[in-house]
């Protein structure tokens, strides 16, 4: 019996991109968790020094609070950049996503195969507001949510031994 095979051709929009590119670099929304809990110790610990009444630290000491904030800022920065700059490279491509009843594929070109894995061959599937990335031995690819097919989709869910994880990549 053959397999019934679908081709999708997709592209990224701007949001899945960034997604991705997030994605891709190891980022995820890592600076806006770390910004959060640095502001916060930071005030707890003014708090806690007006409440007992315990003097400012030193001027040494303030300066390197100031630089180290000053650091944290230029790395958010770049990290900006840099998910600025893999998301446009994400966007250019054309990618084709193939499905069959036991694996799926990613073509870039219609032609040149860039990811490929079984179904039972999964580790994990990680899903977010824009995108799945999904592991294999062979690595790890993001797909965007819209372009997966809805019998993948159920595919990907129904699979028991894979780990599900929700993400915020955003």
């Known amino acids: 019996m053959a397999e019934e095979t679908k081709r999708n051709e997709f592209s990224f929009s701007k949001e899945e991109a960034e997604a991705a590119a997030r994605c891709e670099t190891g980022i995820g929304d890592l600076p806006s968790v770390a910004a ?3 502001a916060l110790i930071v005030l ?3 708090a806690v020094r007006i409440i ?6 030193p001027m040494r000491v303030i300066g390197m609070y100031g ?3 000053l650091l944290w800022i230029l790395f958010s920065i770049y990290i900006r950049h840099r998910i600025r700059i893999t998301a446009a490279a994400i966007m250019k491509r054309y990618l084709h996503l ?3 009843e036991e694996r799926f594929s990613v073509y870039e070109f219609a032609d040149e195969i860039r990811y490929h894995a079984d179904y039972n061959e999964i580790a994990a599937v990680e899903k977010g507001e824009y995108i799945y990335r999904i592991t294999a031995p062979i690595g790890r690819i993001c ?3 819209r372009a997966v097919p809805s019998e993948m989709k159920e595919r990907l869910e129904s699979l028991e031994s894979v780990e599900h994880i929700t993400r915020r990549w955003m």
Do not use: A
């Not at 007992?52 to 630290?57: A, E, N, V, Y």
């Open 36 to 38: 959060f809990w640095i």
């Open 44 to 46: 707890l610990s003014i």
């Open 52 to 57: 007992f009444d315990i003097p400012l630290p």
């Open 67 to 69: 630089v180290t904030v």
């Open 98 to 100: 193939v499905t069959e």
């Open 143 to 145: 797909i965007p949510v």
